[in-house]
């Protein structure tokens, strides 16, 4: 049992991608809105994707796609999962699509006219949808500013968890992303959160596909963009990391001039070391006896190393050692994590001389506190006073009130789980670190 964050828990709706190969000279809003089907999804057996819900006022409804419904082709083109089904559904907002369905052991074919992806709305701020050009592919950015700003504005750049999930979903009126960026943006910062290749609008290879560097370099060219913004003041650019985002944060401070750090739910010790704490509390949250959680543990280090460390195909590895699946399963492809295990975690805070903001809430089972004592700790040590730790209880590694680590475990790992809630003190917790150092707009009634 391993579970990483920090959006894991997200339903896959097949709110559906759309591309198109544009020149890289284009306009900010050559990207078109994918398209969107409005239907849950899960793998079916024996191929294809079974329908688990639909959305009113979506096509899906609209066509007559029903729950339980079988998806067993796109445009006459066999379906393998829900992957494959995503990659053949994808294409702008606008056009058709035939699905090719099995409903009650009968076959049909429906007709499907994909919707324009939503755009988030909020009065008190304005978002524009604009592109980036990142290895020679347009990727999606949304920047939030305060409405109707004029003039320079500070600014913050989101770097978000690990895996391959969408910043860009209006749908969800509890997205942390949307909701810490737009809380921000009321205050007079101008935020700028940048989707992942492949996912979304954004063109680029497969998410699943791409490594740590190839990630971590496509902030820094999302950074240098915030920074040139005609709203943005170059010198007052903050980055927050979130998750993995704990770790790319510092190393970008150090190439470019970060005016300060906020991480939250991150990591602050060894890759390796942090599995097997995170291992650790999860086969005991899932309640493994004290030797059967030490010899998950022993075999977890041992298919970790194999993989990792020695670089061992993962496939190769299976064939040798089986009992390994469940410990080498990842939420990015193994060169990411092999990247990762290398890496000195404590080595970039001790060289950054700004402000750091450590956030952690308690019932995160993903992430330790120690390691967010450990961050502020080195921090301080090199340059008293600069590291502050924030404690937040009840709040999970989704950003979410869930209260402790085994509800926020239990939601996340057992059927039948029940909506989650944005944790709005998570947003005053950034806001105000914020707000010390920088003039902020009043907050709205």
Same mark, same amino acid.
Request: net charge negative.
């Given at each position: ?15 559906v991608?759309?591309?198109l190969?544009?020149?890289a ?6 990207l078109?809105?994918?398209g969107?089907?409005?239907a ?20 899906a409804?609209?066509a ?6 079988v998806i ?7 379906v393998?999962?829900?992957?494959d ?10 056009? !058709? ?12 074919t429906l ?5 324009e ?6 009065p008190a701020v304005?978002?524009?949808?604009d592109a ?5 592919s347009?990727?999606r ?11 320079k ?5 989101? +770097? ?15 997205d942390a ?5 737009h809380?921000?943006s009321?205050?007079?910062?101008v ?9 979304g609008? !954004? ?20 950074f240098?963009?915030?920074r ?8 007052? +650019?903050?980055?927050?990391?979130? !998750? ?9 401070a ?9 991480v ?6 060894d ?16 309640g493994?006896t ?6 998950a ?13 020695e670089?061992?195909?993962r496939?190769?590895?299976?064939? +040798?050692?089986?009992?390994c ?15 990762l +295990?290398?890496?000195?975690m404590?080595?970039?805070? !001790? ?5 750091v903001?450590?956030i952690?809430?308690t019932a995160d ?8 004592r450990?961050i ?12 502050k730790l924030?404690?937040?209880?009840g709040?999970d ?17 057992k059927p039948g ?9 998570f947003?005053?917790?950034?806001v105000?670190w914020?707000?010390?150092r920088?003039?902020?707009a009043?907050?709205?009634?």
């Amino acid at each position: 049992m391993h579970v990483f964050g920090p959006l894991l828990g997200r339903i896959a709706l097949a709110f559906v991608l759309g591309s198109l190969i544009c020149n890289a000279a284009t306009a900010r809003d050559a990207l078109p809105r994918r398209g969107i089907l409005g239907a849950g999804t899960s793998n079916a057996e024996g191929g294809g994707v079974t329908i688990t819900a639909v959305l009113p006022s979506l096509p899906a409804a609209a066509a007559g796609l029903q729950r339980g419904d079988v998806i067993k082709s796109v445009d006459g083109a066999p379906v393998a999962d829900t992957a494959d089904f995503l990659k053949k559904l994808r294409r702008p907002g606008g056009r !058709s699509v035939a699905l090719g369905i099995v409903r009650g052991g009968n076959a049909m074919t429906l007709t499907v006219v994909l919707a324009e992806a939503l755009k988030e709305h909020d009065p008190a701020v304005d978002t524009s949808y604009d592109a980036l050009e990142i290895d020679h592919s347009l990727r999606r950015t949304l920047v939030t500013r305060p409405h109707g700003a004029n003039g320079k504005h500070p600014a913050v750049l989101f +770097v978000g968890g690990i895996g391959c999930y969408s910043i860009d979903v209006a749908t969800n009126a509890d997205d942390a992303y949307m909701r810490l960026a737009h809380d921000l943006s009321k205050r007079g910062f101008v935020t700028m959160r940048l989707e992942k290749s492949g996912i979304g609008d !954004s063109e680029g290879p497969p998410c699943p596909t791409v490594d740590y560097v190839t990630e971590a370099a496509s902030y820094t060219v999302a950074f240098d963009a915030l920074r040139a913004d005609p709203s943005v003041d170059p010198a007052r +650019v903050y980055v927050f990391g979130h !998750s993995i985002g704990s770790v790319i944060a510092p190393r970008l401070a150090l190439q470019k001039p970060v005016a300060g750090i906020a991480v939250a739910e991150g990591v602050g010790r060894d890759w390796f070391e942090y599995e097997l704490i995170n291992s650790r509390r999860q086969e005991e949250l899932a309640g493994g006896t004290p030797a059967e959680v030490d010899g998950a543990l022993l075999l977890k280090e041992e298919c970790m190393h194999r993989m990792l460390v020695e670089k061992q195909d993962r496939d190769a590895l299976l064939r +040798v050692k089986p009992d390994c699946k469940d410990y080498v399963q990842y939420p990015a492809p193994p060169a990411y994590f092999q990247q990762l +295990v290398g890496f000195n975690m404590a080595e970039p805070w !001790s060289k950054l001389s700004i402000p750091v903001l450590a956030i952690y809430g308690t019932a995160d089972f993903i992430t330790d506190e120690s390691d967010h004592r450990r961050i502020v700790d080195i921090v301080n040590g090199v340059h008293p006073g600069n590291g502050k730790l924030e404690l937040i209880d009840g709040m999970d590694h989704y950003l979410v009130a869930a209260g402790t680590q085994r509800a926020s475990f239990d939601r996340v790992t057992k059927p039948g789980s029940t909506p989650v809630k944005y944790d709005e003190r998570f947003s005053a917790a950034v806001v105000n670190w914020l707000c010390a150092r920088e003039r902020c707009a009043p907050a709205l009634n």
